[in-house]
């Protein structure tokens, strides 16, 4: 499908090489557009910024980036432009001498950088911080895996809704003791629930200080999309809400915090929900703009979260939620139960 006015790039095959940036048509002026993340190279400790403008005639244009930290300049250079006409990408490296990583606040300190690009008399100013995220499935879990800078990360995440039901107190002020909380609490992720909006920039700039990765998912939940109501083909307008998506991954992508992007809540069965449409158009959107990880859906198919015939590691985080009880204790084919574990079972029983 067409999104203002030009072909939407489809899901990538999978295994495919990812593109760091994408065009927006622009028909007058330079623009800068969101910044991109900061990415850290592990080898030799040095960082690389990705620059991404769009630009209509010009061939050859300067631009000015420079870096502080601590109040001390450490990248200040001009780069040349050099590309074709409107909405051709640019990606510059600039190394960044003795860069400090930023981690999650269980793994260590959230140094930030800040970066300033200036064009003409145009310019955009912002917060980042130097750090890598990988994913993989586990060879023993059987589940999905994290890696910053190259480390595992643990997860212990939470789910947020909202700061408050009506929207109306998220000053941040607010937003900083809220995301403190889950901090105080050992949390060192917020999944931002489908079934809610993104927030406001105080919320991830939290986030960005106070070493709290997020799990930014699209709004779309099972519970309105086909799955237990409302109707598969949800959004009724699907060209408005991809334009929305894509303001809202321009608008995040600069935040350090923000680790990878969920489809929805909920969504199953894969190819009815979300519509193929949106699935593809989130998945075009997400390879062309950013680097991040997407995952569909936050489940998927199967039993009594033990049964993974139906589950897909490329569409959901999980198999099917639930139940919400105590589970009998089952033996994988091949495997002993011990005698502890029989009393354990028991034990349950009993509780119930």
């Known amino acids: 499908m067409r999104l203002r006015g030009r072909e939407l790039p489809g899901e990538p095959e999978r295994g495919a090489k990812r593109r760091l940036g994408g065009g927006l048509e622009q028909s007058d002026s330079i623009m800068l557009i969101c910044p991109l993340q900061l990415v850290a190279s ?27 930290y ?22 510059s490296g600039v190394e960044i001498p003795s860069v400090e990583l930023w981690w999650p606040h269980t793994m260590g300190s959230q140094p930030l950088y800040d970066v300033q690009v200036s064009f003409l008399d145009e310019s955009l100013s912002w917060k980042a ?3 890598t995220v990988e994913t993989y499935i586990d060879e023993n879990t ?27 107190r998220g000053s941040d002020e607010r937003y900083g003791s ?21 927030e406001r920039p105080g919320f991830y700039r939290a986030c ?13 939940s099972g519970d309105n999309n086909g799955r237990w109501g409302g109707e598969y083909d949800y959004p009724d307008d699907k060209e408005a809400y991809l334009e929305m998506v894509e303001d809202t991954v ?21 190819g009815k929900s979300p519509p193929p449409v ?70 349950c029983y009993s509780i119930r």
């Open 42 to 68: 592990l080898l030799v400790h040095t960082a690389y910024f990705a620059l991404l403008t769009t630009f209509c005639s010009s061939l050859h244009s300067l631009h000015r980036l420079t870096i502080t």
């Open 70 to 91: 601590k109040g001390e300049e450490v990248v200040n250079q001009e780069m040349g432009v050099v590309g074709g006409t409107g909405g051709d990408l640019l990606f």
């Open 129 to 131: 911080g130097v750090r």
């Open 142 to 168: 059987e589940g999905r895996g994290f890696k910053v800078n190259g480390v595992e990360f643990f997860v212990q995440g939470g789910n947020w809704i909202a700061t408050d039901a009506m929207l109306q």
């Open 178 to 198: 809220e995301v403190m909380l889950h901090k105080f609490n050992g949390l060192n992720l917020i999944r931002v629930w489908g079934g809610g909006l993104p």
């Open 208 to 220: 960005d200080e106070l070493g709290v990765m997020v799990f930014q998912e699209f709004w779309m």
């Open 250 to 270: 321009l608008r995040l992508r600069e935040h350090t915090s923000l680790m990878f992007w969920g489809g929805g809540n909920e969504l199953w069965p894969k």
């Open 278 to 347: 949106i699935a593809s158009g989130l998945s075009g959107l997400i390879s062309s703009y950013d680097d991040r990880f997407l995952i569909m859906s936050s489940m998927d198919g199967g039993y009594d979260g033990l049964d993974m015939s139906q589950h897909d590691d490329d569409f959901a985080l999980a198999v099917k939620d639930g139940p919400y009880g105590f589970l009998d204790i089952q033996v994988r084919p091949g495997e002993e139960r011990s005698d502890k574990e029989g009393q354990l079972d028991a034990e």
